[in-house]
Nanobody, 126 residues
Framework: RVQLAEFGGGSVQSGGSLRLNCVAS????????MAWFRQAPGQERERVVLVETDGNFHKTQYGDSSDEGRFVATRDNARNTLSLEMNNLIPEDTATYYC????????????????WGQGTQVTVSS
């Protein structure tokens, strides 16, 4: 049974940084996709970053080109973790952030992810 747990949310002022960590227990397939999604109140869940493993390489896809310069995702298959370093945060980044995983390739749609964490809140004030 796969379980995902997120850590590291919190409240920061605009321009600040936060690091989110996701630990996957029971995930034995190192080629499984791990991802971060986020959902703000009244909005649909949107992808932040998708990371899949191809042999010794990680393929990282950021959901928004502006995030790629501010967010850095790091996956460690030996520890079954996926971290997300978020810098220069803005109020629009306020959301609940969810770690997700699925067997095989990464997919854009959150509906195609089989395993989810409980979410961690990120609040950015102006």
């Amino acid at each position: 049974r796969v379980q995902l747990a997120e850590f590291g949310g919190g409240s920061v002022q605009s321009g600040g940084s936060l690091r989110l960590n996701c630990v996957a227990s029971g995930l034995t397939d190192s080629s499984a996709c791990m991802a971060w999604f986020r959902q703000a109140p009244g909005q649909e869940r949107e992808r932040v970053v998708l990371v899949e493993t191809d042999g010794n390489f990680h393929k990282t896809q950021y959901g928004d080109s502006s995030d790629e310069g501010r967010f850095v995702a790091t996956r460690d298959n030996a520890r079954n973790t996926l971290s997300l370093e978020m810098n220069n945060l803005i109020p629009e980044d306020t959301a609940t952030y969810y770690c997700a995983a699925r067997p095989g390739y990464c997919m854009w749609s959150p509906e195609l992810y089989q395993w989810w964490g409980q979410g961690t809140q990120v609040t950015v004030s102006s």
